[in-house]
């Protein structure tokens, strides 16, 4: 067990749905990413927090968004869902700054039909 | 150009025997961090071990253990003893430290591993 929390674990949706995903990092940690994972790109990651504050962004399409909340817990926000966006979504958390580890939570599995 | 590449789709091993898994990287930045990640069939994704660039050491973890060749700009995963619960996939992944604050992975394709009774 990392101490990542995400919920829910599936969600199934129809296209053009809005869902939203959430993340407890870690005791401790201030940085929260959001990776995704598909069959056809790999993981990659989508965006990254630091104590509120976005750090920095990947290739996050502009239907999502993310925030990270005064209690550190961050949610992504899928918008407009397509069939394409059906993937493994992955929140990970670490102390923040170079030479820590990003421990993952369990990831999120949604599938748009 | 691949940032990170893992040449070995998928490898059978002996159970108890060592296995290595192949990375290989591409950097222009003299600060780095190299990891590795073991994904199961169940689809959480597991830290095993990290190397800073500047770490003079190979890291090792219990039975991981990260050889790690900077000039050949490689860091290959060795799972001594391996034991049928190794079977997974297995990540590794690049943080490069030239953009402040940025401190997202970029990961490889993987190599799924099997361990055979």
């Known amino acids: 067990d990392s101490g990542v929390t995400q919920t829910p674990k599936h969600l199934i949706t129809a296209t053009g749905q809005r869902v939203t995903l959430r993340c407890s990092p870690r005791s401790g940690d201030l940085s929260v990413y959001w990776y995704q994972q598909s069959l056809d790109q790999g993981l990659q990651f989508l965006i990254h927090y630091y104590n509120g504050e976005e750090r920095a962004k990947g290739n996050i399409l502009e239907r999502f968004s993310a925030q990270q909340f005064p209690d550190l817990h961050s949610e992504l926000n899928l918008s407009s869902l397509e069939l394409g966006d059906s993937a493994l979504y992955f929140c990970?958390?670490?102390?923040?700054?170079?030479?820590?580890?990003?421990?993952f939570g369990p990831g999120t599995r949604l599938t748009v039909t | 150009a691949q940032k990170i590449t893992q040449t070995q789709p998928g490898m059978f091993v002996q159970e108890k025997e060592a296995v290595t898994l192949d990375c290989t990287y591409d950097t222009s930045d003299q600060s780095y961090g190299l990891f590795w990640y073991k994904q199961p069939s169940s689809g959480e994704m597991i830290f095993l071990i990290y190397q800073g660039s500047y770490d003079e050491q190979n890291a090792t973890e219990g039975r991981y253990s990260l050889n790690f060749q900077k000039a050949r700009k490689s860091a290959n995963l060795v799972i001594s003893a391996s034991q049928l619960g190794d079977s997974a996939m297995y990540f590794c992944?690049?943080?490069?430290?030239?953009?402040?604050?940025?401190?997202?992975?970029?990961f490889g394709t993987g190599t799924r591993l099997t361990i055979i009774p």
């Open positions: 992944a690049m943080r490069e430290d030239s953009n402040f604050g940025n401190e997202k992975l970029t």
């Open positions: 990970a958390s670490s102390v923040g700054g170079k030479g820590y580890e990003q421990y």
